[in-house]
């Protein structure tokens, strides 16, 4: 069964970076491309960043873009989300997803997820 977990979230202080990881469980990335989401409070989920299988980056929105970075490791096991200079609107519930095995669109962005991880809470403190 394939599975995301993500895993970082926590209580980080406003004006800091932190570092999110989304895990594949039985399987690796390599062709599959990861999106990442969140959502906050009051609001419906968004998409942030996604990279594809390629590693091509494509930004779901231009609004949080350059606070953001996402990347893979060597081991295609393991996507990442950096944020930087976090802001208390950046506290939420961060996802990040795949489509699924048989889609034909697994390896492009952008991701509009078939496997979803369980979600990782970041709390930003002011």
């Known amino acids: 069964q394939l599975q995301l977990v993500e895993s970082g979230g926590g209580l980080v202080q406003s004006g800091g970076s932190h570092r999110l990881s989304c895990t594949a469980s039985?399987?690796?990335?390599?062709?599959?491309?990861v999106g990442w989401f969140r959502q906050v409070s009051g609001k419906e989920r968004e998409g942030i960043f996604c990279i594809s299988a390629s590693g091509v980056i494509h930004p779901y929105s231009v609004s949080v873009k350059d606070r953001f970075t996402i990347f893979r490791d060597d081991a295609k096991i393991t996507a990442y989300l950096q944020i930087d200079n976090l802001k208390p609107e950046d506290t939420g519930t961060y996802y990040c997803?795949?489509?699924?095995?048989?889609?034909?669109?697994?390896?492009?962005?952008?991701?509009?997820?078939?496997?979803w991880g369980q979600g990782t809470q970041v709390t930003v403190s002011s």
């Open positions: 039985g399987f690796t990335l390599d062709n599959y491309a």
């Open positions: 997803a795949i489509d699924n095995p048989d889609s034909p669109y697994r390896l492009t962005c952008p991701v509009l997820g078939g496997i």
